[in-house]
């Protein structure tokens, strides 16, 4: 099982590195918009170490951020290039390998999350945001939808105009999808351990 985690960890690097590396080749990179700086970018660094590692830091990082942020990513991409673009192959590599990654170690290996697992990563993601926002005042990009919305449909698209959209997914939305995905894992792990008492590790939330 560890050699399939690492496959997948060299699979996801390809394919977010390989972003970038297009963006060099093709003359398109830019500090405005192509800085490791979106939640996307800490997502497939992190599932890449923690395939690897198998980390238990890391592997609540990479379930709870694949499992909120890039499964929505996935429904609802904000992606400007259709098929056979190599971002259109680069963007779903990284983004479904987070979530196979989630799925994997989680479910797959029983790593399941430990106590604070929710609070923790959500104060990350606030870190996170403020280093993007920083990033934003620098360059004048747009990093996490901090200056505006996604020019495609997303679930930012329901919400108010600037910049309430960013506090109502900060205070509301985040913390609900986290609380979600935790909670999925939770049930799965009560049916591990009823069904074997000796498998999974204990969770308990915050």
């Given at each position: 099982m560890l050699l399939v985690a690492r496959a997948?960890?060299?699979?996801?690097?390809a394919g977010w590195a390989g972003e970038y590396v297009a963006d060099v080749v093709l003359g398109t990179w830019s500090v405005t918009?192509?800085?490791?700086?979106?939640?996307?970018?800490?997502?497939?660094?992190?599932s890449a170490l923690a395939l690897w590692t198998t980390r238990g830091?890391?592997?609540?990082?990479?379930?709870?951020?694949?499992?909120?942020?890039?499964?929505?990513?996935?429904?609802?991409p904000d992606l400007g290039y259709s098929f056979?673009?190599?971002?259109?192959?680069?963007?779903?590599?990284?983004h479904d390998g987070a979530v196979v990654a989630a799925c994997l170690l989680v479910f797959g290996m029983r790593l399941y999350?430990?106590?604070?697992?929710?609070?923790?990563?959500?104060?990350?993601?606030?870190?996170?945001?403020?280093i993007a926002g920083l990033g934003d005042v620098i360059t004048g990009g747009n990093y996490m939808y901090l200056r505006s919305k996604p020019e495609n449909a997303s679930l930012l698209s329901v919400m108010g105009p600037?910049?309430?959209?960013?506090?109502?997914?900060?205070?509301?939305?985040?913390?609900?999808?986290?609380?979600?995905?935790?909670?999925l894992q939770a049930l799965v792990e009560r049916y591990d351990r009823a069904r074997s008492p000796d498998a999974g590790r204990s969770v308990v939330l915050l």
């Open positions: 997948l960890a060299l699979v996801i690097v918009y192509d800085l490791p700086l979106q939640l996307t970018d800490a997502v497939s660094v992190v830091r890391l592997v609540e990082l990479c379930y709870l951020w694949a499992m909120t942020a890039s499964l929505q990513a996935i429904l609802t056979p673009s190599i971002y259109y192959f680069t963007y779903f590599i990284y999350l430990k106590p604070g697992a929710v609070r923790r990563v959500y104060l990350t993601s606030l870190a996170w945001l403020c600037w910049p309430w959209y960013i506090l109502e997914t900060a205070l509301l939305i985040a913390p609900a999808l986290l609380f979600l995905a935790w909670g």
